[in-house]
């Protein structure tokens, strides 16, 4: 999986939500979620079809009904849940309205009482909602709209009347919902949204009218909600998603559209809430959650998928709460609840799911910004992935029946040449050349009988210098320099007798920094300072009585802004004064959540990050402090790749753990 640490944008594709699974096995009553509140003091209320939830963040507090317990749940079945100012907690369920006594933990019961005009109009309860004033307004199948005076325990009644336009257009009522402005939406399951006067006590109508593009889409409308602009957003079961404009009376409508990718990709909407940056989440009906970004109008459609843990549990989404965090949680349909943290904004992945567009493998091993700033991704068995800027992704395939593809899928490094020519190197396959213009592979192998090939069929590293040279990083064959003219590879090898050679066969990084001093990491030898006219070699290697590089195991080599030379190392992270020869080590005890660094790389803002064995960090140059993060924070997983990070032209850092991960926003670090 590749994570990505970036300023604004990612790929051009659609970043893959993460969501946390809570169910059964976490101690949820049953998987049916049917609504989710959030309560004053932070607990969180969840309505399932088997069952009260109160949920802390650790635990579960269950309320059923019982048999043996009048003041138990009238009914296990909760379609919706308020809370009143006292904070006691008020239940819409299939068999009467309930209020559970916040001082008592008892239920009182409110059922229909034909016999008393002044009791509840129906016992099947759909819809509640707390005004302004205290009072509670109690949407019913069958009975119409109530009026609740919890404290004068008094209760008044709006119902249909054939022969009175401005009377409730339907006793089946779907939707509530107060605006900013204090007035009464009314949804129904068959004829549309009413508007309640209540100084008149009359019903404006909202229906749909055959014909009239500008009438809501839909007559069953199950969602309600205004957005922080005071717009008004309407679902339907049978009509999509509206905007309704109150001044001019109009709706426009976010319908499905099969030929549009960015439409909703639902015509049933259950459920709406909007995000702290104003991205209007909208429940579906079997097509998961959309996100609607108000002011482009694209909506991103996510779903349950099989291949990816990080996606959604079930597909029809009944409720959506946004908590006092900003943390989304979503209550679905044999799925339970699935919980996106805002904490995990800092990060967007790209993973391997079923659709086409996605990772081929989530291990990635190495990434590369091309000059047309698509981006190349090499995986451990998927090949190469190109994610290109219009949003679409290439994948490039060992074929063994095809000589001109690719030569492995085990992919460690990718650079493109001057020529606009992609080396490519594997693991046991060798080295490939892709000449993007005619779309074919050239591989290059070790071959014992060949002089001049290639020396090791493991290539760790590779880099195109100034001179406009390639060179090779291999494992067991030393370091290659490849002769464009002759097509043959140099070999530059560990000899025992000579300490001017090269200090390792096993290379593990390359790196050319801005004076054009040319440094190879190995993964057992330590650094390597080459003189190109000698082919000689200085060696820097751990040396406990003096100060030295604090590991010989270099996995990944960067130079900075500021021409600074950061080295990874298995022993803590190194800076390096190439003038000096002098290395500072940072290690645990300076803050790194690990010893094991696999690669750093810089943003926009001259911050360090940095991968490990154990999270990420970002280091501070100026303040000299490390800032980690953890699965908590949106890491798919805490464990990175060597070398697999990128720092791309526009500043955007990308980095391989078991997904492409991008922090999104590092200016908030």
Request: proline residues 2%; aromatic residues 12%; negative net charge.
């Amino acid at each position: 999986m590749v994570a990505l640490l970036i300023t604004r944008n990612g790929f051009a594709q659609d970043r893959n939500l993460k969501f946390e699974h809570i169910g059964t096995r976490e101690g949820l009553s049953q998987i049916n979620v049917s609504t989710i509140i959030q309560d004053s003091r932070g607990f969180m209320w969840i309505g399932t079809r088997d069952g009260l939830n109160r949920y802390d963040g650790y635990s579960f507090v269950i309320y059923k009904h019982s048999i043996q317990d009048d003041n138990s749940l009238s009914s296990n079945l909760i379609s919706d849940i308020a809370e009143d100012k006292e904070g006691n907690i008020w239940l819409a369920t299939l068999f009467g309205l309930n209020k559970l006594d916040r001082k008592t933990g008892k239920f009182i019961h409110y059922f229909h009482d034909s016999a008393n005009s002044n009791s509840i109009s129906s016992n099947f309860v759909n819809r509640l909602i707390f005004d302004h004033d205290g009072i509670l307004w109690i949407g019913s199948q069958k009975g119409g709209l109530d009026r609740f005076d919890i404290y004068q325990n008094k209760f008044t009644h709006y119902k249909h009347n054939e022969a009175d336009l401005s009377s409730l257009s339907d006793d089946d009522v779907t939707a509530l919902k107060e605006d900013s402005k204090h007035r009464l939406w009314v949804g129904t399951l068959s004829h549309g949204l009413n508007l309640f006067d209540r100084k008149k006590e009359t019903f404006t109508r909202y229906q749909s009218q055959p014909g009239v593009n500008a009438s809501i889409s839909g007559g069953y409308v199950i969602a309600i909600y205004e957005d922080i602009e005071g717009r008004l957003w309407i679902g339907t079961e049978d009509g999509g998603l509206n905007l309704f404009d109150p001044g001019k009376g109009t709706f426009k409508h976010y319908l499905e559209n099969k030929k549009d990718s960015g439409s909703n990709s639902g015509y049933s909407v259950l459920a709406l809430n909007m995000d702290l940056n104003g991205n209007l989440w909208v429940g579906t009906e079997n097509n998961g959650v959309n996100i609607l970004n108000p002011v482009t109008g694209k909506i991103t459609a996510y779903k349950h998928d099989d291949i990816d843990r990080g996606s959604m549990n079930g597909n029809s989404i009944y409720s959506i709460c946004r908590d006092r965090m900003g943390n989304m949680w979503l209550g679905a349909f044999s799925g339970g609840i699935n919980l996106y943290k805002r904490s995990t904004e800092s990060f967007s992945h790209f993973r391997h799911s079923s659709s086409p567009n996605s990772l081929a493998n989530n291990f990635v091993l190495c990434l590369h910004e091309d000059q047309d700033s698509n981006i190349w991704v090499g995986t451990d068995g998927g090949g190469v992935n190109v994610f290109n800027k219009d949003g679409t992704v290439k994948h490039y395939v060992n074929d063994p029946a095809n000589a001109n593809s690719l030569t492995g899928n085990y992919v460690l490094n990718i650079i493109q040449d001057f020529k606009g020519d992609f080396w490519i190197g594997t693991w046991a396959d060798g080295l490939c050349r892709f000449n993007p213009r005619t779309g074919s592979f050239t591989g290059f192998k070790h071959d014992v009988a060949k002089h001049g090939s290639l020396s090791n069929n493991n290539v760790y590293a590779l880099t195109q210098t100034r001179d406009n040279r390639i060179w090779v990083g291999t494992y067991n064959g030393g370091l290659d320099l490849y002769d464009e003219k002759s097509g043959t590879f140099s070999a530059f090898n560990y000899d025992p007798n000579d300490p001017k050679s090269i200090s390792s066969d096993r290379v593990y990084s390359l790196l050319e920094d801005h004076n054009g001093n040319f440094w190879v990491g190995t993964f057992d030898a330590g650094l390597n300072l080459m003189d190109r006219k000698t082919g000689t070699f200085t060696r820097f290697q751990h040396d406990e009585r003096r100060n030295s590089i604090s590991n010989n195991s270099v996995p990944d080599l960067f130079e900075d802004s500021k021409g600074r030379i950061w080295i990874s190392t298995l022993s803590g992270l190194n800076l390096f004064n190439p003038v000096t020869k002098h290395f500072t080590a940072f290690t645990t005890k300076n803050g790194l959540p690990s010893d094991v660094i696999y690669a750093v790389r810089e943003d926009k803002l001259g911050t360090i990050w940095v991968s490990t064995n154990n999270g990420l960090s970002n280091y501070d140059p100026v303040k000299n402090t490390f800032k980690n993060y953890t699965i908590e924070d949106g890491l798919q997983d805490e464990e990175f790749k060597s070398h697999s990070a990128l720092q791309t032209k526009d500043g955007r850092i990308f980095l391989g753990e078991l997904t492409v991960l991008i922090p999104l926003h590092p200016d908030r670090s």
